[in-house]
């Protein structure tokens, strides 16, 4: 059985920082790309940040600069740093795996809750 359990979320104050963590269980995780979306009250689910099993990583163009993605394989947890948080960045955050070895199998955690306010 296949999980992906995020945490780490919670409420947060603009310009503080948080780090997101997702531990993978039933998977072979260094086989799996790796990523972060977020979705917003009455938006669609968007990505944030992604990290394939080569390492190279990409980020939405509203979030360069302020997250990091990284990824353990020996922990077959992936992670995401967020700094300089803004209002805006307030929703939930999903992990994502999708296996880079056979594109079909996509897999989502069940969503940790961010906050940015006052």
């Known amino acids: 059985q296949v999980q992906l359990v995020e945490s780490g979320g919670g409420l947060v104050q603009p310009g503080g920082s948080l780090r997101l963590s997702c531990a993978a269980s039933?998977?072979?995780?260094?086989?799996?790309?790796m990523g972060w979306y977020r979705q917003a009250p009455g938006k669609q689910r968007e990505m944030i940040a992604v990290i394939p099993t080569g390492g190279s990583t990409n980020y939405a163009d509203s979030v360069k600069g302020r997250f990091t993605i990284s990824r353990d394989n020996a922990k077959n947890t992936v992670y995401l740093q967020m700094n300089s948080l803004k209002p805006d960045d307030t929703a939930v955050y999903y992990c994502n795996a999708v296996s880079s070895t056979n594109r079909r199998y996509v897999y989502w955690g069940q969503g940790t809750q961010v906050t940015v306010s006052p």
């Open positions: 039933g998977i072979i995780f260094r086989l799996y790309d």
